[in-house]
Protein backbone atom coordinates (compact mmCIF):
# COMPACT_ATOMS: atom_id res chain seq x y z
CA UNK A 1 0.00 0.00 0.00
CA UNK A 2 1.30 3.27 -1.25
CA UNK A 3 -0.16 6.47 0.27
CA UNK A 4 1.15 10.63 0.34
CA UNK A 5 2.35 10.78 3.46
CA UNK A 6 1.22 14.54 3.93
CA UNK A 7 3.15 15.96 7.01
CA UNK A 8 0.51 18.18 7.78
CA UNK A 9 1.44 21.63 7.78
CA UNK A 10 0.54 24.04 10.09
CA UNK A 11 -2.20 25.63 7.49
CA UNK A 12 -3.86 22.04 6.98
CA UNK A 13 -4.17 21.62 10.84
CA UNK A 14 -4.71 24.18 13.83
CA UNK A 15 -2.32 23.45 16.71
CA UNK A 16 -5.08 21.16 18.44
CA UNK A 17 -4.74 18.91 15.49
CA UNK A 18 -0.88 19.19 15.11
CA UNK A 19 1.08 16.20 15.51
CA UNK A 20 1.18 13.38 17.22
CA UNK A 21 -2.37 11.86 16.54
CA UNK A 22 -2.68 8.62 16.90
CA UNK A 23 -6.19 7.49 14.91
CA UNK A 24 -8.33 4.14 16.77
CA UNK A 25 -10.42 1.87 16.34
CA UNK A 26 -12.76 3.22 19.36
CA UNK A 27 -15.32 0.00 19.13
CA UNK A 28 -12.56 -2.40 20.29
CA UNK A 29 -11.76 -3.46 23.88
CA UNK A 30 -8.05 -3.80 23.34
CA UNK A 31 -7.78 -0.31 21.32
CA UNK A 32 -10.11 1.18 24.72
CA UNK A 33 -7.55 0.06 27.16
CA UNK A 34 -4.80 0.67 25.11
CA UNK A 35 -5.94 4.21 24.46
CA UNK A 36 -6.74 4.27 28.68
CA UNK A 37 -3.37 3.07 29.42
CA UNK A 38 -1.54 5.93 26.85
CA UNK A 39 -3.23 8.50 27.59
CA UNK A 40 -2.39 7.13 31.83
CA UNK A 41 1.56 7.01 30.84
CA UNK A 42 1.60 10.17 28.86
CA UNK A 43 2.89 12.74 31.67
CA UNK A 44 4.14 15.36 29.33
CA UNK A 45 0.08 15.05 27.67
CA UNK A 46 2.31 14.72 23.95
CA UNK A 47 -0.60 12.53 22.49
CA UNK A 48 -4.18 13.43 20.99
CA UNK A 49 -6.27 10.58 19.72
CA UNK A 50 -8.74 10.29 17.31
CA UNK A 51 -11.00 8.16 16.16
CA UNK A 52 -10.35 6.10 12.70
CA UNK A 53 -14.47 6.50 11.78
CA UNK A 54 -13.85 10.21 12.71
CA UNK A 55 -13.81 13.54 10.69
CA UNK A 56 -9.60 14.42 11.50
CA UNK A 57 -9.26 10.25 10.50
CA UNK A 58 -11.28 11.21 6.80
CA UNK A 59 -9.53 14.01 6.07
CA UNK A 60 -6.14 12.94 7.21
CA UNK A 61 -6.19 9.35 6.31
CA UNK A 62 -8.82 9.50 2.84
CA UNK A 63 -6.39 7.25 0.80
CA UNK A 64 -6.71 4.00 2.86
CA UNK A 65 -8.58 1.22 1.91
CA UNK A 66 -12.35 1.35 3.11
CA UNK A 67 -11.90 -1.39 5.82
CA UNK A 68 -8.84 -0.24 7.32
CA UNK A 69 -10.32 1.61 9.89
CA UNK A 70 -11.92 -1.89 11.19
CA UNK A 71 -8.28 -3.67 12.07
CA UNK A 72 -5.60 -1.29 12.11
CA UNK A 73 -4.07 1.78 14.03
CA UNK A 74 -2.63 4.64 12.42
CA UNK A 75 -0.02 7.75 14.24
CA UNK A 76 0.81 10.52 12.50
CA UNK A 77 3.74 12.52 13.68
CA UNK A 78 6.09 14.66 12.86
CA UNK A 79 7.72 12.20 9.99
CA UNK A 80 4.63 11.04 8.41
CA UNK A 81 1.71 8.38 9.11
CA UNK A 82 2.77 5.45 10.27
CA UNK A 83 0.68 1.88 10.30
CA UNK A 84 0.29 -0.99 12.61
CA UNK A 85 2.97 -2.41 14.61
CA UNK A 86 5.12 1.02 12.89
CA UNK A 87 2.24 3.32 14.93
CA UNK A 88 1.98 1.12 17.83
CA UNK A 89 5.26 0.85 18.78
CA UNK A 90 6.04 5.15 17.82
CA UNK A 91 3.03 6.16 19.62
CA UNK A 92 4.47 4.17 22.96
CA UNK A 93 8.15 6.04 22.12
CA UNK A 94 6.07 9.52 22.41
CA UNK A 95 5.79 8.57 26.18
CA UNK A 96 9.20 9.45 27.00
CA UNK A 97 11.57 8.30 29.47
CA UNK A 98 12.09 4.96 29.37
CA UNK A 99 9.30 4.23 26.94
CA UNK A 100 12.01 5.33 24.29
CA UNK A 101 13.25 2.55 24.13
CA UNK A 102 10.46 1.05 22.22
CA UNK A 103 11.98 2.53 18.97
CA UNK A 104 14.32 -0.54 19.84
CA UNK A 105 11.96 -2.64 18.59
CA UNK A 106 11.51 -1.23 15.54
CA UNK A 107 14.81 -2.84 14.01
CA UNK A 108 12.81 -6.29 13.74
CA UNK A 109 11.81 -6.71 10.39
CA UNK A 110 8.48 -5.37 9.52
CA UNK A 111 7.44 -8.48 8.23
CA UNK A 112 7.86 -10.25 11.66
CA UNK A 113 6.30 -7.19 13.86
CA UNK A 114 3.37 -6.87 11.30
CA UNK A 115 2.41 -10.40 11.35
CA UNK A 116 2.06 -10.47 14.90
CA UNK A 117 0.19 -7.06 14.91
CA UNK A 118 -2.13 -8.41 12.18
CA UNK A 119 -3.12 -11.79 14.27
CA UNK A 120 -3.84 -9.56 17.34
CA UNK A 121 -6.21 -7.57 15.17
CA UNK A 122 -8.04 -10.19 13.63
CA UNK A 123 -8.90 -11.81 17.40
CA UNK A 124 -8.78 -8.04 19.39
CA UNK A 125 -12.53 -8.51 19.52
CA UNK A 126 -13.02 -11.88 20.32
CA UNK A 127 -10.63 -11.80 22.99
CA UNK A 128 -11.11 -8.48 24.07
CA UNK A 129 -14.97 -7.76 23.22
CA UNK A 130 -16.45 -4.67 21.86
CA UNK A 131 -17.13 -1.65 24.18
CA UNK A 132 -20.10 0.63 23.40
CA UNK A 133 -18.98 3.79 24.78
CA UNK A 134 -15.08 5.12 25.14
CA UNK A 135 -13.98 4.81 29.04
CA UNK A 136 -14.53 7.74 31.46
CA UNK A 137 -12.24 10.25 30.76
CA UNK A 138 -11.83 13.54 32.77
CA UNK A 139 -12.40 16.99 31.34
CA UNK A 140 -8.59 16.97 30.88
CA UNK A 141 -8.26 14.17 28.79
CA UNK A 142 -11.39 14.53 27.02
CA UNK A 143 -9.71 17.48 25.63
CA UNK A 144 -7.14 15.58 24.14
CA UNK A 145 -9.70 13.45 21.68
CA UNK A 146 -9.99 15.02 18.60
CA UNK A 147 -13.19 14.41 15.99
Given at each position: MNITEDKGSA?????ETAPPVLFFDGECGLCNNSIRWLIDHDRRRVLRFA???GKLAERKLSALPTDYHDWSVVLWDENGVHFESDAALRAVACLGGFWRLARLLLAVPRVIRNSLYRFVARNRIR??????????LSAEDRARLLP
Open positions: SDFSVPLRWFGRVDSCAL
